[in-house]
């Protein structure tokens, strides 16, 4: 059971370009996210979908888009990449609000992000 | 919108001496509180939470967290830490279909 997978693990990119992470859970669960992991910062959420064919914003969205594939699948891009996105990038995943494990996210190992 | 807040960057404890991490939470309406641990280079992994019911929650690895509506406060404890309970430790919030995160704490348990 592979629970929740990131790829690629660690990329570096220059100012300006661009790449997407991606994300897939086989647990049948209706919500993921994306959320980055900043020294003195905690984890942020950048975006969410509650289930499948909606997305949402979270707290720090801007430079970043999101595709919901599918229900296994749930893709972060960066479309011109910044210094400032220079972080680790967690996906998780969960059973949708309302039933009684909601809440409790499964997460991905982490994608490191260096952008120079 | 609800938050939650890690006062503590770090905290140090000796192997075998309890272990408190707190936390305490600003929501509107009933709370629902969790407690994640994240080990180095590796993603964050659940670890109790709080919805209703008995303010002592017990969790994975002997942790258990006391609910304090007065106090606004959902502190982490464990009776005797163990060195390899050195790690990052977060509380989180539910609401609007998300989690929100506190800073997190770093544990140090000396041997």
């Known amino acids: 059971n592979a629970g929740v997978t990131q790829t690629p693990k660690f990329q570096v990119l220059k100012t300006g370009q661009s790449m997407t992470l991606q994300c897939a859970q086989d647990?049948?669960?209706?919500?993921m996210y994306w959320y980055r992991q900043d020294p003195g910062m905690g984890l942020r959420l950048i975006y969410y979908s509650a289930s499948e064919g909606t997305t949402d914003k979270g707290e720090v969205p801007n430079g970043y888009n999101v595709s919901r594939l599918n229900k296994r699948e749930f893709s972060l891009r960066l479309e011109s990449a910044a210094p400032s996105q220079t972080s680790v990038y967690f996906c998780?995943?969960?059973?949708?609000?309302?039933?009684?494990?909601?809440?409790?996210?499964?997460f991905g190992e982490g994608s490191r992000l260096t952008v120079l | 919108a609800q938050s939650v807040a890690q006062p503590e960057d770090q905290v140090n404890v000796a192997e075998g001496n309890p272990l408190t991490v707190k936390c305490t939470y600003s929501?509107?309406?009933?709370?629902?509180l969790f407690w994640y641990v994240q080990y180095p280079n590796r993603g964050l992994q659940f670890l109790l939470k709080?919805?209703?019911?008995?303010?002592l929650v017990k969790g994975s690895y002997g942790f258990e967290a006391e609910f304090n509506k007065s106090q606004t406060s959902f502190h982490l404890k464990k009776p005797s830490a163990l060195v390899s309970d050195s790690a990052l430790y977060f509380c989180a919030v539910y609401g609007n279909n998300r989690l929100a995160f506190g800073k997190g704490n770093q544990v140090v348990v000396i041997p």
């Open positions: 709080y919805i209703t019911g008995d303010n």
């Open positions: 998780a995943s969960s059973e949708w609000f309302g039933t009684p494990r909601a809440g409790e996210l499964f």
């Open positions: 929501v509107s309406g009933n709370p629902y």
């Open positions: 647990m049948n669960h209706n919500s």
